[in-house]
């Protein structure tokens, strides 16, 4: 069962690399839209309005939708990465079985309050769909998508988390450092030995075959008194 638990959690951890890495570089993209947004805002209140009758009212409800997408998704690599605020007062005074106590009560409080997100923001997205924006007139649907989207992928990472813990691949509440996966790999050593015995066994072979006659003499004549 633990070995089960091992290989399922260096899955889902290698799945949750893709899925962070993605996460990253749609954040980075959006940051910087709502950073551009922003700078535009400021320059069309005080430079362009006095110079043109020309007013740029969409920028503010851009960076807001841009801002609510960037926070519910990038949660998930937050969690993922332990960088999340903790308050680790009383658990750093328990004991071993306080500590897993104090880490499954926490867990299974998440999984509820996830599948409450999740259940309700589709619903509340699908309600909202008739809804319009008022400048950009983008669709309410899209705008409230981001609490059961990014719910989602934290339940992914609240799985993964949970199982490796459960594997003793890392540590409950561990930080950022202790959150990747093992150097040491058993499997891999195998696969390293087995390659190795391999080469030499071919080597071994192809040495045989190219060993020509006089130089199978020449070894007898050395190894004769």
Request: glycine content about 6%.
């Amino acid at each position: 069962m633990q070995n089960v638990l091992k290989k399922t959690y260096r899955v889902l951890h290698r799945g949750s690399d893709y899925i962070c890495k993605a996460i990253s570089a749609i954040s980075f993209g959006f940051v910087v839209l709502c950073t551009l947004t922003v700078l535009l805002q400021v320059v069309n209140r005080y430079v362009i309005v006095k110079l043109t009758d020309y007013s740029a009212t969409f920028t503010d409800e851009l960076a807001r939708f841009l801002l609510i997408w960037i926070s519910y998704t990038a949660v998930a690599m937050c969690f993922r990465e332990g960088t999340m605020a903790q308050v680790d007062m009383i658990y750093s005074r328990c004991g071993k079985k306080g500590r897993i106590a104090m880490y499954v009560f926490t867990r299974i409080v998440m999984g509820i309050v996830l599948y409450v997100i999740i259940r309700y923001g589709f619903w509340f997205a699908g309600k909202k769909a008739a809804y319009h924006s008022a400048m950009l007139n983008i669709p309410g649907n899209i705008l409230y998508a981001t609490v059961p989207i990014g719910g989602c992928l934290l339940v992914y990472e609240w799985l993964t988390e949970m199982i490796g813990v459960f594997a003793g691949e890392i540590e409950p509440f561990a930080p950022q450092e202790k959150r990747g996966l093992p150097e040491h790999n058993d499997d891999s050593d195998q696969d390293v030995e087995k390659l190795e015995a391999f080469v030499e066994e071919v080597e071994g072979e192809f040495v045989a075959e190219h060993e020509t006659p006089e130089n199978t003499n020449d070894k007898k004549k050395e190894v004769s008194p």
